[in-house]
């Protein structure tokens, strides 16, 4: 347990399908991360949120929108996606946002399929 | 943005110790090096974070020269459980910079 919980763990859609991942972290953090983990590739950024503000990868496709209702939450809404978007959806938090010294708190990840 | 190079994957047997090696020739003043272990399935988990000299916890121990360019992963006495990618990355803890994960190294550990 790393004190951030991801759910679903598995979620398989259609390419019509609207769905919501949600991540929620119990570490007292001020920064919360969504990244994408395609088979055999790196992890990619997706987006950051930092003290209520917002930085995202400019290539994510806008059919990836995210939200983060408080510093504990995160949510990444989902719609019309594509096979390819089929991956590991990691969210992490940590003390502060985005320097890249910073210790990061992983999620179990949600494994997504789309059909 | 500093970059890291690591060997794609390295064998091992268990009981023998491990050493993995990272680049990172263009390493800033205010840079700290840390490395994650990543299971399949899983996301990342965080092992040990230096500066410079030498750091060790209860996992592992890193090993980073006077030039900062490199540093190296050590993991005494490996196990099967240790077989898993291993992440370098190298950055600030403070500040705005995106953090980038390569592609790891690739541990396989066998009996």
């Known amino acids: 347990e790393t004190g951030v919980t991801q759910t679903p763990r598995h979620l398989v859609m259609g390419m019509t399908n609207k769905k919501s991942l949600k991540c929620e972290q119990h570490?007292?953090?001020?920064?919360m991360y969504w990244y994408k983990q395609s088979a055999k590739k790196p992890l990619e950024l997706m987006f950051v949120?930092?003290?209520?503000?917002?930085?995202e990868n400019n290539s994510v496709p806008s059919r990836f929108s995210p939200e983060c209702p408080n510093s504990s939450h995160l949510f990444l809404h989902l719609h019309t996606l594509q096979p390819e978007d089929s991956a590991l959806y990691l969210c992490?938090?940590?003390?502060?946002?985005?320097?890249?010294?910073?210790?990061?708190?992983f999620g179990p990840g949600t494994r997504l399929t789309v059909l | 943005l500093a970059k890291t190079t690591q060997p794609i994957s390295m064998d091992s047997y268990e009981g023998q110790e491990v050493n993995i090696t990272c680049s990172h020739n263009?390493?800033?003043?205010?840079?700290?090096i840390t490395w994650y272990q990543q299971f399949p399935s899983q996301g990342p988990r965080f092992i040990i974070q230096?500066?410079?000299t030498k750091v060790t916890n209860e996992v592992a121990s890193l090993f980073i020269p006077a030039d900062r360019k490199s540093s190296t992963l050590s993991l005494p006495r490996v196990s099967l459980s240790d077989t898993a990618v291993y992440y370098c990355?190298?950055?600030?803890?403070?500040?705005?910079?995106?953090?980038?994960f390569g592609t790891g190294t690739r541990l396989l550990v066998s009996p």
């Open positions: 990355l190298v950055g600030p803890t403070s500040g705005f910079q995106k953090l980038v």
């Open positions: 992490a938090s940590s003390h502060t946002g985005l320097a890249g010294g910073n210790e990061q708190f």
């Open positions: 570490l007292g953090h001020n920064a």
């Open positions: 949120y930092s003290l209520e503000e917002r930085v």
């Open positions: 230096g500066y410079k």
């Open positions: 263009n390493i800033a003043t205010n840079d700290y």
